[in-house]
């Protein structure tokens, strides 16, 4: 038998294993609800359904997914439950824009149906290969639920709107071998193309509870093999979801880099979404390509500890660059924070975040995130405040725009930092439970300060997004927490039969990166009945909060500046914006 047939044989032999078999068992990343997952929806209840941000008509959607420009047109695709408002029944949807804000959907790009994807099309990315066009890159589950990794290629690459999808036979064109877990093995990044002619792309794992990123390379974009060593792994994290892997420029800090830029004043950014914790976190660092090896900078935390894209309500993000504007586009997941009951009840869940430039921070300690200019598009009345100084107590009412649709953007101007409290050293790693410590209605030195939202007159409801500067003695420098608080949100109560599932309503915090040398420091909050975008010190810090109120809804909500510190507080300028429906917002997708 000749070394061809031999080679054949053994790849059949393990795709019959690999039908037939599980390596290392089976690990749930989604709660799932199988007499729910089905349920169709009579009618969908519009109260918290935003009005600028992503969502379709109807039904539960998670990972974005394959993001990309592309002959005129922006495409997203997306998880979707094409017959219920929890998770399952997941599908590829689609859909287009021309300017990021108003959206079309077309038909769905992906869904189960052959033996390699039978159970699951699941989450992945779209890389343009010369001379190809773009190419899905998407794990499939087979009927044992052993995860595969997949391509796709579009029926007519001409076709600026992507209609339509097909999934050779060849398929699957990664597999996971005796050594690793084959539930724990997903979410292929965009694939980028290196100097020695090959493909690379990272695929997400996990061994025991160690978090693993793979690489594959490929020369032809169909047959990969796995590196010898993983590009990064560490220890206790659990599984990595939903890696993205991607340079930056240390030294042009308006524009973003495609996935193949080779140059010097380079860092790479590697997110990964943890399954344990719900939350991302990336890392900066140094990529070698040769060892396809990548560390982490001294400075740049791994793992629990580490930064994150955004401090909230917000998973599996995926990353894209912009050919159109030279910039690198953030979209995120915003899931509900609501009870499955409600999520049935309200006929939808889950929805994207307004997509966000990335770039890095000019300290090159971070990066910095801001919301894409398309989106200011949408601001419709506007009103302003300036110069006007805050007391201790006191909130000044933002009037004249829409509370629950809005677009704010406050600078305010501390004149002195004496009257803040001394950081305890214990709470360095620890911004959450220092918010949970102390809220907005504590007392504080300098703080806290910052915008009450959706908020009742009285303030049976609200949802304050907030800082508080501390004095660290070991650095000599102010110490800035942020935090976005869903705590008193909402006076809804929890209903129904499942009483595990429990509305969320969590404070978010996260410190901020900045030295106050200018007394400045800046917040903008895009308000969207029940999500909450904030935005601290122009993109350092990032905090979604998904939240729910009973009173404070559409015409009865309210927006406030406040300050409950000592220390007086100036709102320098404040600018403010109704915001209006754009004119499609993804019509159609079922």
């Known amino acids: 038998m000749g070394v061809s047939n031999i080679v054949s044989v053994f790849l059949l032999l393990v795709l019959i294993n690999l039908s037939s078999n599980n390596i290392k068992g089976i690990e749930a990343f989604h709660k799932v609800y199988e007499k729910l997952q089905s349920q169709s ?13 992503f969502q379709p008509p109807k039904h539960w959607i998670n990972d974005p997914n394959g993001p990309l420009y592309y002959k005129g047109f922006y495409h997203l695709f997306y998880q979707y439950n094409t017959k219920g408002a929890v998770w399952g029944n997941i599908v590829w949807a689609h859909s287009i824009s021309k300017d990021l804000v108003n959206w079309e959907a077309l038909e769905h790009a992906l869904y189960p149906s052959k033996w390699f994807d039978v159970k699951g099309t699941w989450s992945g990315s779209i890389t343009i290969v010369p001379g190809k066009g773009p190419i899905i890159l998407y794990t499939g589950v087979n009927k044992n639920e052993t995860q595969l990794q997949n391509y796709a290629i579009p029926e007519d690459p001409s076709d600026p709107y992507l209609r339509k999808w097909i999934k050779p036979d060849d398929n699957p064109i990664a597999m996971p071998d005796y050594t690793m877990n084959g539930s724990a093995f997903r979410d ?16 997400g794992s996990r061994r025991k509870h160690r978090g693993i990123a793979y690489i594959y390379r490929s020369r032809d974009f169909k047959h990969w093999v796995k590196a010898k060593h993983p590009v990064h792994s560490k220890e206790s994290t659990g599984m990595w979801e939903c890696p993205d892997f991607f340079p930056v420029s240390t030294t042009d800090f ?4 495609d996935l193949d830029y080779v140059g010097p004043n380079t860092k790479h950014v590697l997110k990964v979404s943890l399954d344990i914790t719900r939350f991302e976190y990336y890392t900066l660092g140094k990529y070698d390509p040769k060892k396809d090896r990548y560390v982490p900078d001294g400075n740049s935390p791994d793992g629990w500890e580490g930064l994150r894209f955004d401090y909230g309500n917000f998973y599996a993000s995926k990353t894209f660059f912009d050919y159109k504007k030279n910039r690198r586009i953030l979209w995120g997941w915003a899931n509900e924070s609501d009870t499955v009951e409600d999520d049935i009840s ?5 929805l994207q975040v307004i997509p966000r430039t990335v770039l890095l921070d000019s300290n090159k300690r971070h990066l910095v995130f801001w919301p894409i200019e398309e989106i200011e598009s949408l601001r419709g009345n506007y009103v302003r405040m300036n110069n006007q100084n805050i007391k201790m107590g006191q909130r000044l ?23 803040a409290e001394t950081f305890d050293p214990s709470f360095k790693l620890k911004p959450l439970e220092l918010c949970k410590m102390k809220g907005s209605n504590v007392t504080g030195g300098v703080g806290p300060f910052g915008l009450i939202t959706l908020a009742t007159p009285d303030l049976e409801e609200y949802t304050p997004v907030f800082f508080r500067v501390f004095k660290d003695t070991s650095t000599h420098k102010p110490k800035v927490l942020m935090c976005s608080d869903a705590r008193p949100s909402s006076l809804k109560q929890d209903r129904g039969p499942l009483k595990q599932d429990k509305m969320y309503k969590p404070s978010f915090a996260g410190f901020v990166d900045v030295d106050l040398a200018d007394g400045r420091i800046s917040l903008r909050s895009l308000i969207d009945h029940s999500v909450i975008e904030s935005f601290g010190a122009l993109g350092k810090t990032v905090i979604t909060s998904r939240v729910y109120p009973v009173k404070a809804v559409k015409e009865n909500a309210h927006l406030y500046v406040f300050n409950n510190g000592t220390q007086i507080v100036n709102v320098e300028s404040l600018n403010a914006w109704s915001m209006q429906r754009p004119l499609q917002m993804n019509n159609g997708a079922q």
């Open 188 to 203: 292929p990044t965009t694939a980028w193309f290196s100097k020695d002619g090959h493909w690379r792309t990272v695929v």
């Open 254 to 257: 308006e524009n973003g880099l």
């Open 397 to 419: 009412e933002v009037k004249g725009i829409t509370p629950a649709q809005a677009d704010v953007e406050v600078t305010f101007n501390i004149p002195s930092l004496e009257k």
């Open 346 to 350: 309200k006929g939808w869940a889950g």
């Open 41 to 53: 929806v009579e009618s969908v209840n519009p109260l918290h359904r935003s009005a600028f941000h």
